[in-house]
Structures are given as C-alpha cells and as structure tokens.
C-alpha cells in the first residue's frame, strides 16, 4: 500500500494560484495510476485530475485549462498546480493512489483509489 501525505494548501483570493504537493512512500512506483480529489462540505467527493502510469493526464471539465497535475519519479512526489482559482474550488483537497485503472474513469469513481493522504484544505475567497 501507498502511503501519502499532501502540503502547500491555504487560503487565496479568487483569481490567485497554490501548488499541492503529495509525496508517496512505500509501495510506490510506477503501477499506479495517481490522482487528486476533492471534497467541499456538505458534497460528494469529485475526481480532479489523475495522471496514469504512462504520465497521460485527465482533468475534471471544472478545473480543465486551470489546474495542472504532475509527478516527479525519483522523488514520488505528487504535484497539483491551480492557477485562476475560483471561490468553488473551496474544498479540503485528498492526494489518491493505488488505482489500476484509467484516470478518466477513476475520476468519475474517486472511491475506488486505494490509497489517501490526510488531506489538505484550500479555502478560495472572492
């Protein structure tokens, strides 16, 4: 199993950018599909942006041309850059791994990552 633990989230006006950051330990690799999840209160879960094993990428269509995910191998480190944040990105943000599957579809089915960080909240003002 993945063990993971995510940094960098905070409070910004609308329009400002943060960077996320996941880093993994244990089983991790390149066998797993990664991802980001988000949950604001009171709402399900929604799939953000995964990035499979083959570095191809997928994005909700709420943060596409907005939020850029990324990894860096040699350090198992997961990225999530957000840029023209908006007031209903305001959610408590989860690094996910451990998914075989594609991440276009894990997206849609966010429970199914096997792994999860602790979280990390991101609180975007207006």
């Known amino acids: 199993q993945v063990q993971l633990v995510e940094s960098g989230g905070g409070s910004v006006q609308a329009g400002g950018s943060l960077r996320l950051s996941c880093t993994a330990s244990g089983d991790t690799g390149l066998k797993y599909c990664m991802g980001w999840v988000r949950q604001a209160p009171g709402k399900e879960r929604e799939g953000v942006a995964a990035i499979n094993t083959d570095g191809t990428t997928a994005y909700a269509d709420s943060v596409k041309g907005r939020f850029t995910i990324s990894q860096d191998n040699t350090k198992n480190i997961l990225y999530l850059e957000m840029n023209s944040l908006k007031p209903e990105d305001t959610a408590m943000y989860f690094c996910?791994?451990?998914?075989?599957?594609?991440?276009?579809?894990?997206?849609?089915?966010?429970?199914?990552?096997?792994?999860w960080g602790q979280g990390t909240q991101v609180t975007v003002s207006s």
């Open positions: 996910a791994g451990g998914g075989f599957e594609p991440g276009s579809w894990l997206l849609k089915h966010p429970s199914q990552f096997n792994s």
